[in-house]
């Protein structure tokens, strides 16, 4: 089932990043996905399979265009098509807002996403790159 997070889901949300990340660099604060769930309640989606959470998207507006994050699904999970669900869940958040193209962030180094992303339609926009500050 997918639905968006609640705050009861922060701490199996954030033990599920890390799990799922495989290893990468995942430091949250939950003071920060709780912030986002009361902000927009509708952004962070959740699928939860027996009780647990397997996968999540976080399908954010910001009143011009549509962004999508945090796209992951345990391990055990995977290759069920529950990213394609969680996916299209986020689209159709999208298109209800009325947003007309969404950008998914992908790390260059998770080749084992890209297929998923181009088996669900998105290209890889070569000439954009993404400039950070942290503060």
């Known amino acids: 089932m997918i639905r968006p997070a609640t705050p009861a889901d922060v701490d199996a949300i954030l033990e599920f990043w890390v799990a799922a990340a495989e290893g990468t660099d995942r430091r949250d604060d939950p003071a920060k996905v709780h912030a986002l769930i009361e902000r927009d309640p509708e952004a962070l989606l959740v699928y939860e399979l ?4 397997v996968g999540t998207v976080i399908a954010g507006w910001d009143g011009w265009r549509a962004h999508l994050y945090r796209l992951a699904v345990a391990p055990q999970a995977r290759r069920r098509g529950l990213a394609r669900q969680l996916i299209a869940a986020a689209e159709e958040r999208f298109k ?17 996403a890209h297929p998923a992303w181009a088996a669900t339609g998105y290209v890889m926009q070569e000439q954009w790159g993404r ?3 942290h503060f």
């Open 131 to 133: 400039w950070v500050r």
């Open 96 to 112: 209800a807002l009325g947003a007309f193209r969404v950008d998914a962030m992908v790390l260059h180094d998770n080749t084992d």
């Open 50 to 53: 027996d009780g647990a959470v």
